[in-house]
């Protein structure tokens, strides 16, 4: 064979390589019990507490319950007390296990020391920096939203300064996102809570259901031209306000 013959065949081998490795992970997502398998003790054994922020509703209330419910005693925050109160009294009739509620508003930038201060002494083997919030409901142009210059600053001290890692989730019914209708890629926070937790050992990052892995590669696929072009954005708008009831 001549260079050009090996550089394709090369080539070739490569690619086939390259995505049969993608198969087989892919794979692995539906068998997160064999391929991902926790000890019963997995989350015990890393401390006694869990902390969840934004525990008071959606995801991290789901979250919250679900940590309660295999053993662990639960620190929620959140910027309601009352949502917190009656959570917290939920979590530990169902479980039986101790909930401590903390009132921090994450928009904000000065609560961090305070919130430091009350979690001393508290054996903590899982933080889930859950909290974050959305510009709008409803899709729009970022320098289009109301009250720009106020929501600028609460979008950086909420979904930055909070947040290092987390899940990487698409649709979810919870209450940033309108309580859309649970369907295929929409999931409800119990469901979407409950599968993320299987994906724990699977890597740094995870969309947390087979769903939403798809959605994430599908979408990395279209190249982003389109994705932020004026009728893509269009399309999204209407989407999502057909599926609010808007």
């Known amino acids: 064979m001549d260079f050009m013959e090996v550089f394709f065949v090369s ?8 995505y049969g490795v993608k ?27 869990a902390v969840v922020t934004g525990g008071s509703d959606g995801i991290g209330r789901a979250y919250a319950f679900e940590l309660a419910g295999r ?23 169902t479980t039986g296990q101790k909930v401590k509620v903390i009132v921090a508003d994450f928009t904000e930038d000065d609560m961090y020391e305070c919130i430091e201060e009350k ?21 729009c142009k970022f320098l289009q939203t109301k009250d720009l210059e106020q929501k600028i600053t609460k979008v950086i001290n909420c979904n930055v300064k909070a947040l290092v890692k987390a899940v990487a989730p698409f649709g979810v019914s919870t209450p940033m996102t309108g309580y859309q209708k649970p369907n295929m890629v ?19 990052k995870t969309y947390g ?6 959605l994430g590669w599908m979408v990395k ?22 599926r609010l009831g808007k």
Request: with cysteine; proline share 5%.
């Open 23 to 49: 198969m087989v992970r892919f794979a692995k997502m539906f068998h997160p019990r064999v391929w991902f398998p926790q000890p019963e003790s997995f989350f015990t054994s890393m401390g006694e507490w």
């Open 119 to 139: 979690l001393k002494g508290l054996n903590i083997g899982v933080l889930v920096n859950n909290v974050g919030i959305l510009p709008s409901h409803i899709p």
């Open 11 to 18: 080539l070739g081998t490569a690619v086939i390589v390259f």
């Open 71 to 93: 053993g662990l005693n639960v620190v929620i925050l959140s910027r309601t007390k009352d949502k917190l109160d009656r959570v917290a009294l939920e979590i530990e009739e």
């Open 209 to 214: 259901s087979i769903c939403h892995t798809v």
């Open 186 to 204: 929409t999931l409800t926070a119990e469901d979407f809570v409950r599968s993320s937790l299987e994906y724990l050992l699977a890597g740094d």
């Open 221 to 242: 696929t279209v190249p982003k031209q389109i994705l932020h072009s004026e009728s893509m954005q269009d399309s999204l708008l209407e989407y999502v306000k057909k």
